[in-house]
């Protein structure tokens, strides 16, 4: 063999090996754990090409400096698919795993729990503090969000469905706040369908109107349609509902903590104690469970209850039972406090 022939076979070794040893640093780097120790998300703006990925990758941590980077990227181009959006990488994911996530477009979903019982300027509060969403509301007043949802505004305090909803980054609180309403109206619709002949409601605003009174009056399932029941019969026989939550909801941010008398008899359209028959819309979010008690309340002769002092209620038919079912609650609650 010639020298010359000694030297290029040398040099083909070389390059060789140097190629052996690239592809497997490039197999290497894709397959090691990201640099992160705990749940990271992680945001790539629009228009951004592989500088722009690598550059922010390595500056928040998540990927060392390496050469292999761009390799990668070029031996599988596949990986170089990246979309703009905001992801969630988890500790132990490799680096093509991170770029796989990144190609398939899955952005990150948040959960946001929108609680049943709530007014609207608590879900209101509640979107506010959530991360990664857009806010598009300029205040928090009912005919705001009302235009945002092009809804009467008589639609949308408890026209909205309480439950925990997923979202990507930059949805708009408009946006949660029209699913909310799209599957309350749809539950309204099927509870309307099927509710009990002969409830005393002229319209669906009063059957989620008396769930949300329901929603705020027990949080015992098995209470929800005795509830229902009590406020049925005093609608039937012409009695005021007398419901502290409708007057709590009427003072707005008056309310602090303690109702008096003066508060029951001060009116407002919503106060039951001194408005006949319903008041003028819900009070609250109510759930599906509330809805449904609304729409098949069990058939009694209540027309009072009375906190018991162990997490529920007692109902009576009259206002002698009644009253004896006050002084117990009163007896509890001193012996609970140690009087």
Known sequence: MTVKRKLFTGIVVIVVAAIAFSYWQ???????????????????????GRVVLEAELNRQHIVPQTVWFGWLLKLEPELAKFKAGTYRFTQGMTVRQMLDLLASGKEAQFPLRLVEGQRLQEWLAQLRAAPYIKHTLSDDK???????????EQ????????????YTANTTDVALLKRANERMVKLVDNQWQGKMDGLPYKDKNDLVTMASIVEKETALSDERSKVASVFINRLRVGMRLQTDPTVIYGMGDSYKGTLTRKDLDTPTPYNTYVIAGMPPGPIAMPSKASLEAAAHPVKTDFLYFVADGKGGHTFTTNLASHNRAVQAWRLAVKEKNGQ
């Open 142 to 152: 009912l005919a705001t969000v009302a235009a945002a949802l092009s809804l009467p």
């Open 155 to 166: 639609d949308v305090e408890g026209w909205l469905f309480p439950d925990t909803y997923a």
């Open 26 to 48: 490039i197999r290497q780097f894709a397959d090691s754990a990201l640099t992160i120790n705990k749940e990271t998300i992680f945001t790539l703006p629009a228009g951004s």
